[in-house]
């Protein structure tokens, strides 16, 4: 009997851990590609304290679906880009994106029916700017409809890869 005991408490603990510290999230679509694929998982940490330039975050209550995007400003900074250089820019300052694997100068606004904010933007208090990181097919924080991201609106930030083995590890 003390087994049973013991296997509920178990469960519980990691039913509690999984609802309110951690989550394990499916990357749907290719708007992260090369860092993330279509099917892979990953460890998101919910509620996490501090949201930085270069993060990871799943947002929710945005599009239909929770999307994955990374972090490129936060509150107070400008976001503009450079057509010529296609290069993001905070503050004037062109972000250097190979820290995040990419390649710098990927950038365009993009030639769509949907509706493009215009630039520069400042982000207001209590919001991020976000990008994917396969900027020609992601829709991000250039598009109105989902514009500015409510920190309210992020479920969590991506801190380990899980699926598939080959890219076990921290997120990148």
Same mark, same amino acid.
Do not use: H
């Given at each position: 009997?003390?087994?049973?005991?013991?296997? &509920?408490?178990?469960?519980?603990?990691?039913?509690?851990?999984?609802?309110?510290?951690?989550?394990?999230?499916?990357?749907?679509?290719?708007?992260?590609?090369?860092?993330?694929?279509?099917?892979?998982?990953?460890?998101?940490?919910?509620?996490?304290?501090?949201?930085?330039?270069?993060?990871?975050?799943?947002?929710?209550?945005?599009?239909?679906?929770?999307?994955?995007?990374?972090?490129?400003?936060?509150?107070?900074?400008?976001?503009? %880009?450079?057509?010529?250089?296609?290069?993001?820019?905070?503050?004037?300052?062109? &972000?250097?994106?190979?820290?995040?694997?990419?390649?710098?100068?990927?950038?365009?606004?993009?030639?769509?029916? %949907?509706?493009?904010?215009? %630039?520069?933007?400042?982000?207001?208090?209590?919001?991020?700017?976000?990008?994917?990181?396969?900027?020609?097919?992601?829709?991000?924080?250039?598009?109105?409809?989902?514009?500015?991201?409510?920190?309210?609106?992020?479920?969590?930030?991506?801190?380990?890869?899980?699926?598939? %083995?080959?890219?076990?590890?921290?997120?990148?």
């Amino acid at each position: 009997m003390e087994w049973i005991e013991e296997l &509920v408490i178990a469960i519980v603990l990691i039913a509690v851990v999984f609802t309110f510290l951690f989550r394990i999230i499916t990357v749907t679509g290719t708007s992260m590609i090369p860092n993330y694929n279509d099917g892979d998982r990953v460890l998101v940490v919910s509620n996490p304290l501090q949201i930085s330039q270069g993060d990871v975050v799943v947002i929710i209550n945005v599009l239909e679906e929770p999307i994955i995007k990374r972090v490129i400003a936060t509150e107070g900074q400008t976001v503009d %880009f450079d057509p010529e250089s296609k290069a993001v820019l905070v503050n004037g300052q062109p &972000v250097d994106e190979t820290e995040f694997g990419l390649s710098n100068g990927m950038t365009d606004l993009p030639y769509t029916s %949907f509706e493009i904010l215009e %630039f520069p933007q400042t982000v207001p208090e209590g919001c991020i700017f976000v990008l994917g990181d396969n900027r020609a097919v992601s829709e991000d924080s250039r598009y109105k409809i989902v514009g500015m991201i409510d920190e309210r609106n992020i479920l969590g930030k991506a801190v380990f890869n899980i699926f598939p %083995f080959s890219k076990i590890g921290p997120a990148n």
